[in-house]
């Protein structure tokens, strides 16, 4: 007997697009605090890794769009490609986000930068561990 096809995990993603950006709230303001009460850069440090977090939860999200552009066993050609083509943009944003963001803000603490991109990366990649 055969079985009824899942459900796509397109409402589950958007859970998980929610609890990220609740990280990346996080994130800044443990950044602010740790650099008001410790660092003393001028919230150089905070608004580093805030940007850094910022361009990872955009190209996650932008990457997540193209995923779930189609849905159903009849596209399932388009939905490959709209995997790389996803995966790909992804890159691209995230290549010419970081040359941006190191051309225009200035000043930048490129380590805190990295940290915060690295922190929401995780962050994604545990979520995504989680899904069941």
């Known amino acids: 007997m055969t079985k009824p096809a899942k459900r796509t995990q397109k409402d589950l993603i958007g859970v ?8 990346l709230f996080i994130l800044i303001v443990i950044a602010s605090i740790l650099d008001v009460a410790w660092l003393h850069s001028g919230l150089i440090v905070a608004k580093s890794s805030a940007i850094g977090a910022l361009l990872s939860f955009a190209t996650q999200a932008v990457f997540a769009g ?6 159903g066993y009849r596209a399932r050609g388009r939905i490959v490609s709209q995997l790389y083509r996803g995966q790909m943009i ?20 490129a380590p805190a930068l990295f940290i ?3 922190v929401m990366q995780i962050s994604h990649s545990w979520m995504l561990w989680h899904i069941r």
């Open 16 to 23: 998980y697009l929610k609890r990220q950006a609740w990280i």
């Open 66 to 71: 193209f995923i779930f552009w189609h849905t």
């Open 90 to 109: 992804k890159w691209l944003l995230t290549v010419f986000g970081f040359a941006l963001i190191f051309i225009i803000i200035k000043p930048l603490s």
């Open 116 to 118: 915060g991109f690295i």
